[in-house]
């Protein structure tokens, strides 16, 4: 009896070793790739928002890249690979489009769900400045920075919508299910004088983001309002002017470049990343910007008489060109 036993326990030990042996030699996908969050970035080619597919595929996220150029796209590719922020190519989806077109931002998201399945993160970053007093600027720049600014944003979100609403959670992440982060600005929560193009459509887009962030946080999307005051991203070079263009030039290069007074791209990406995952409601960057956004909501007074006087004794004065043009 004792030899049977003997004999069954070494026939069960074998189908345990053969079975472990069996699990362990399966044909497996690439470790943890189920679970590596998508970020979709538009406006990824360049600026910040380079700065946060290095962010982001530093963490191991699989990125797709949105830009009109498909050579800006290549030359982000060929950056983050070199840098060793992303490790492999083939974690780089480059999609060129021009998303104030919304049949080309459905078309995009169509793509970039085809080839990966889901977007966990999307990151709207894509946008224009112009730069000038009201007297000098032609309604065009009105229209190209809605379209450009708020347009884009809106199309994108609205074309993803249903996917992001749809998608099952990530492992580990609490049952939320996916996030939205719309980079707006401080001039989307108090008006700057000579930045009245951008200021209307980023005050367009944080309306829009924090109605967002009402209706869906409950239903599993998480909304981020991004409004970062001075950054140096390199947007100022491509900024566009009217007005007396080489005074105009001169107070915004100088805001956008001063270390102290602009943050710096790295350091604004590290923590959207860090507000997103943790869900935060609104990120305003730079302490100046904070203290701006809070003395315009509790005395918008001052601030409206503060930028009065800036506007008057600072900036340069119209010169009725209604021109635009652009920088460099």
Same mark, same amino acid.
């Given at each position: 009896m004792s030899t049977f036993n003997t004999a069954r326990a070494t026939q069960i030990t074998v189908a345990i070793s053969a079975l472990t042996a069996a699990w362990f030699l399966r044909p497996r996908r690439e470790s943890g790739s189920k679970h590596r969050p998508i970020v979709l970035i538009?406006? /990824?080619? @360049? +600026?910040?928002? &380079?700065? !946060?597919?290095?962010?982001? /595929?530093? @963490? +191991?996220?699989? &990125?797709? !890249?949105?830009?009109?150029?498909?050579?800006?796209?290549?030359?982000?590719?060929?950056?983050?690979?070199?840098?060793?922020?992303?490790?492999?190519?083939?974690?780089?989806?480059?999609?060129?489009?021009?998303?104030?077109?919304?049949?080309?931002?459905?078309?995009?998201?169509?793509?970039?769900?085809?080839?990966?399945?889901?977007?966990d993160v999307l990151i709207n970053c894509a946008g224009i400045i112009e730069v000038g007093p009201i007297e000098d600027q032609p309604l065009e720049a009105f229209e190209s920075a809605m379209k450009n600014n708020f347009f884009t944003a809106l199309y994108t979100t609205q074309a993803a919508l249903p996917y992001l609403l749809a998608q099952p959670s990530l492992e580990g992440r609490r049952g939320r299910r996916a996030s939205i982060v719309n980079i707006s600005s401080i001039g989307g929560k108090m008006a700057v004088p000579h930045l009245l193009p951008y200021t209307a459509s980023k005050f367009a887009l944080t309306g829009y983001s924090e109605g967002l962030h009402a209706e869906l946080r409950t239903k599993g999307v998480r909304v981020t309002t991004v409004c970062p005051g001075l950054m140096r991203t390199g947007s100022h070079v491509r900024a566009q002017f009217v007005g007396d263009i080489k005074k105009e030039e001169t107070w915004f290069d100088l805001g956008a470049t001063t270390p102290g007074v602009a943050a710096s791209v790295q350091h604004a990406a590290r923590i959207i990343r860090s507000a997103q995952r943790s869900g935060r409601f609104e990120l305003i960057i730079t302490p100046q910007a904070w203290l701006a956004a809070r003395v315009t909501g509790l005395a918008p007074g001052v601030t409206a008489v503060a930028s009065s006087l800036a506007n008057q004794f600072v900036l340069p004065a119209p010169i009725g060109n209604r021109t635009i043009q652009s920088h460099g």
């Amino acid at each position: 009896m004792s030899t049977f036993n003997t004999a069954r326990a070494t026939q069960i030990t074998v189908a345990i070793s053969a079975l472990t042996a069996a699990w362990f030699l399966r044909p497996r996908r690439e470790s943890g790739s189920k679970h590596r969050p998508i970020v979709l970035i538009t406006g /990824g080619a @360049s +600026g910040l928002g &380079l700065e !946060l597919a290095r962010v982001y /595929g530093r @963490s +191991g996220a699989r &990125l797709i !890249l949105v830009s009109r150029s498909q050579d800006h796209l290549e030359e982000a590719r060929t950056s983050l690979l070199t840098a060793g922020d992303v490790q492999k190519p083939t974690d780089i989806l480059l999609l060129p489009a021009d998303l104030s077109d919304k049949a080309a931002a459905k078309q995009v998201i169509e793509l970039a769900i085809g080839h990966l399945e889901r977007i966990d993160v999307l990151i709207n970053c894509a946008g224009i400045i112009e730069v000038g007093p009201i007297e000098d600027q032609p309604l065009e720049a009105f229209e190209s920075a809605m379209k450009n600014n708020f347009f884009t944003a809106l199309y994108t979100t609205q074309a993803a919508l249903p996917y992001l609403l749809a998608q099952p959670s990530l492992e580990g992440r609490r049952g939320r299910r996916a996030s939205i982060v719309n980079i707006s600005s401080i001039g989307g929560k108090m008006a700057v004088p000579h930045l009245l193009p951008y200021t209307a459509s980023k005050f367009a887009l944080t309306g829009y983001s924090e109605g967002l962030h009402a209706e869906l946080r409950t239903k599993g999307v998480r909304v981020t309002t991004v409004c970062p005051g001075l950054m140096r991203t390199g947007s100022h070079v491509r900024a566009q002017f009217v007005g007396d263009i080489k005074k105009e030039e001169t107070w915004f290069d100088l805001g956008a470049t001063t270390p102290g007074v602009a943050a710096s791209v790295q350091h604004a990406a590290r923590i959207i990343r860090s507000a997103q995952r943790s869900g935060r409601f609104e990120l305003i960057i730079t302490p100046q910007a904070w203290l701006a956004a809070r003395v315009t909501g509790l005395a918008p007074g001052v601030t409206a008489v503060a930028s009065s006087l800036a506007n008057q004794f600072v900036l340069p004065a119209p010169i009725g060109n209604r021109t635009i043009q652009s920088h460099g």
